[in-house]
């Protein structure tokens, strides 16, 4: 069964980081998208930065040049470097994954999987 795993969440004040953490675990044939979102209060959910299996990566231009987003393949890892935080960043942060997967023998299509969420509250 395929769970995503996060950590690295907590209270941090304004200009301070946090690394947050997703560990993909499971029968994996391939990962592609490992993506991490955030909702806000009061907000709809929004990407905050996505990654490939190519190396490629995308950010949502509030974030862009102070987080950045790395994957382990190998580890089946993705990780978020989130610094100078602002109090605007304050959301739960979820990691999602694009994978396939071995099930009871046969090998899945594409799915995406979210992780449970992790808390980032940026305040003094």
């Known amino acids: 069964q395929v769970q995503l795993v996060e950590s690295g969440g907590g209270l941090v004040q304004p200009g301070g980081s946090l690394r947050l953490s997703c560990a993909v675990s499971?029968?994996?044939?391939?990962?592609?998208?490992m993506d991490w979102y955030r909702q806000g209060p009061g907000k709809q959910r929004e990407l905050v930065a996505g990654?490939?299996?190519?190396?490629?990566?995308n950010y949502e231009d509030s974030v862009k040049g102070r987080f950045i987003i790395s994957r382990d393949n190998f580890r089946k890892t993705v990780y978020l470097q989130m610094n100078s935080l602002k109090p605007e960043d304050t959301a739960v942060y979820y990691c999602?994954?694009?994978?396939?997967?071995?099930?009871?023998?046969?090998?899945?299509?594409?799915?995406?999987?979210w992780g449970q969420g992790t808390q980032v509250t940026v305040s003094s």
């Open positions: 499971g029968s994996i044939i391939v990962l592609y998208a």
């Open positions: 990654s490939l299996s190519d190396g490629s990566t």
């Open positions: 999602r994954a694009v994978l396939r997967a071995r099930d009871r023998g046969t090998v899945t299509p594409s799915i995406e999987y």
